[in-house]
């Protein structure tokens, strides 16, 4: 562990902002307990993410559990609501190889995975790696590619490995797939078949920010700030590759009782015989949301699951893997309004 993170006795110290947030901004909390590893690493990702984006703070927790849970997140949001901003200020703090891949009709499987070349000095094939062995993958725009570009990725997602011309490549650790999409400006665009859409763990939907945090985004580049040059925020790299399977090993020490784990299952398997829904969830979305929800706990210094975080993680673990019924969808339902109707509906454990 980092000299930053941990004293000389071990014991995780926690560090206040060095950059000043807009006093109309809510501040990060105050830990004044001693903080477990996984809280101390979380609470030291979101000071550093802060340096470059205001508010989003569920964006970042929910980043967080993706990378805690190795996991891929999928982001949703109009242009200029700083997808791509969040995934480079990431890659710095995480101090990862980073490729940022702008996914377009005429993009290929190869362009992605790479391709064996011939040197015709050696008369021999050799490997030229594509983009997809960083450690962290911008996967931009995933929708403006044809589905046989976009399945390129599913061998990398499940399995952390690409096979090239019959021979298996493994990727680096950690591996974390960041894919964006427009929700708007559907022309020329290939929806994620359901398949490719149920390797992401989370979907998280970004929204406008509200009024004060847009008034300090643009206090931010008035004082200097540049989302093209990240130097300028003076983002910190906090994570040592080591260290993660020290977080891994303490998040699966996280108490899931046997109740919250048939919350889980209730809950998932609700959405199967749902009226509004043509297409439910499979078991993987029960897995992830026992993954995920431990990650959430672990991050909030907790050493349990409580239902409080199976109904959090719920949202952007589901909404992705359900189809709503064309006659319910204009009726005015989607996956959100769904997923709220089943939380309302279920007992919840004690």
Do not use: W
Not at 81 to 88: E, G, S, W
């Amino acid at each position: 562990m980092s000299d930053s993170l941990l004293s000389e006795s071990n014991t995780p110290t926690i560090l206040e902002p060095t950059v000043p947030v807009a006093p109309s901004v809510p501040s990060l909390p105050i830990v004044t307990h001693t903080p477990t590893l996984v809280e101390a690493f979380a609470h030291q990702v979101r000071i550093e993410m802060h340096k470059t984006l205001v508010g989003q703070d569920e964006l970042i927790d929910m980043l967080l559990v993706a990378v805690l849970s190795e996991g891929h997140i999928l982001l949703e949001g109009v242009p200029g609501t700083a997808k791509t901003l969040a995934i480079r200020t990431l890659a710095t703090i995480f101090d990862v190889a980073f490729a940022r891949i702008q996914f377009t009709p005429d993009l290929m499987p190869s362009d992605i995975i790479g391709t064996n070349v011939f040197d015709p000095r050696t008369s021999e094939f050799n490997l030229k790696r594509g983009p997809l062995f960083a450690g962290l993958i911008l996967a931009d725009e995933i929708n403006r590619t044809p589905p046989k570009t976009q399945s390129a990725l599913l061998e990398a997602m499940e399995e952390q490995q690409v096979t090239i011309d019959g021979i298996s490549h493994p990727l680096p650790s950690p591996f974390l797939v960041c894919a964006t999409q427009n929700p708007i400006e559907y022309e020329g665009t290939y929806p994620l078949p359901e398949a490719q859409l149920d390797r992401f763990m989370l979907k998280v939907v970004i929204s406008y920010p509200q009024i004060e945090e847009e008034q300090a985004i643009v206090s931010r580049v008035q004082s200097g700030f540049r989302s093209r040059n990240l130097t300028t925020a003076n983002i910190q790299s906090i994570l040592n590759r080591g260290n993660l399977a020290e977080y891994h090993a303490e998040i699966e020490k996280v108490q899931v009782t046997p109740e919250i784990q048939r919350y889980i299952v209730q809950i998932v398997r609700a959405t199967r015989s749902h009226k509004h829904l043509a297409l439910g969830a499979s078991p993987r979305a029960s897995i992830n949301l026992l993954l995920t929800s431990k990650a959430y706990a672990a991050i909030q210094g907790r050493t349990f699951v409580t239902p409080d975080e199976v109904k959090r993680l719920a949202y952007p673990i589901l909404r992705h893997r359900l189809l709503i019924r064309p006659e319910s969808e204009i009726e005015g339902y989607t996956p959100d309004r769904v997923i709220e109707g089943i939380l309302g509906s279920l007992e919840v454990p004690r």
